[in-house]
């Protein structure tokens, strides 16, 4: 199995899986961190990620065409799911790439969910291709997931935003998840290129969706979150009855 390195406190895990992979790190290569001082999301937005969670990037290395792309996003995700329900909590997608938690009070943007966990997937190297378009040869795969809630509580701004693990009446540590999670990750991770595989695996996700079904705001469109296509792609349908094919983006559930 690729080396899972173990470090206690870094910026950020997907800085130090970016070095491992430019120094030819081979695909599947882990990097764990007890503690990030600089860990982020999409877009540059700040992740919280004190002792408690567990934070991973991995070193992706594959040949898949840049368009498909988010299928690494989405597998990433169902893989996390399946692993979280072998250890007894039924966690769900909010498109594209937040793990969520059910709760009883609804919350702005989150609507009837928390997050308990993130997926960010940083292109490195993407090709140009000719007649098949651009090809993604390496990238690295980040996830973030709260094990325990932090002493003394998360941050004000993630009052209504967050939840962990511990939360939902499952006392673990971060490397029984880990040990739950690593080895799929690692070895099934690029499965999604394969087009049979994929379809699996969005089935899985439309039977655990978030999104499917809410009344969304996402890229401007209001509307109802009505299904994914074959790609994973949302599709909003807005009020005058327009179907809108969203390919990434941050969708608001109304509450
Ligand atoms: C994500 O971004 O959800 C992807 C998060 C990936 C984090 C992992 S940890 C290991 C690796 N190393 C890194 O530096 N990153 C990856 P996005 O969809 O953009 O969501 C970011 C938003 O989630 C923030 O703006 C906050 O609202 C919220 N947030 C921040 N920290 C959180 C936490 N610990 N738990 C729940 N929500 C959080």
Redesign the pocket.
């Known amino acids: 199995m690729p080396t899972i390195h173990r470090l206690d406190e870094v910026a950020?895990?997907?800085?130090v899986a970016r070095a491992l992979l430019d120094e030819g790190a081979e695909h599947g290569t882990l990097v764990v961190?007890r503690r990030?001082t600089?860990?982020?999301?999409?877009?540059a937005?700040?992740?919280?990620?004190g002792e408690g969670?567990l934070?991973?990037?991995m070193v992706v290395r594959g040949s898949l065409p840049a368009a498909r792309a988010p299928r690494l996003t989405l597998g990433a995700a169902a893989l996390t799911l399946e692993a979280l329900d072998v250890l007894g909590a039924h966690a769900a997608v909010k498109w594209p790439?937040?793990l969520v938690l059910p709760h009883a009070v609804p919350a702005a943007r989150l609507g009837p969910w928390r997050?308990?966990?993130?997926?960010?997937l940083e292109a490195v190297l993407i090709e140009p291709g000719h007649l098949e378009g651009a090809v993604l040869r390496s990238a690295v795969l980040?996830?973030?997931l709260?094990v325990r809630t932090p002493p003394g509580g998360?941050a004000e701004?993630?009052q209504d935003?967050?939840?962990a693990l511990d939360t939902a009446g499952l006392s673990l540590d971060v490397d029984t998840v880990l040990g739950a999670l690593a080895a799929p990750l690692q070895t099934r991770l690029l499965d999604v290129i394969d087009d049979t595989v994929f379809a699996g695996t969005l089935a899985f996700l439309r039977a655990r969706s978030a999104t499917l079904g809410m009344r969304v705001e996402v890229d401007g469109i209001a509307g109802l979150a009505e299904r994914l296509d074959d790609e994973g792609a949302l599709c909003v349908r807005d009020d005058g009855g327009v179907l809108h094919t969203v390919r990434a983006g941050?969708v608001q559930c109304m509450v």
Do not use: C, H, P
């Open positions: 950020s895990t997907q800085q961190a990030q600089a860990g982020r999301g999409r877009l937005r700040a992740w919280q990620s969670g934070w991973l990037s790439n937040d997050k308990l966990g993130g997926v960010l980040g996830l973030g709260n998360f701004e993630l935003v967050a939840i941050d």
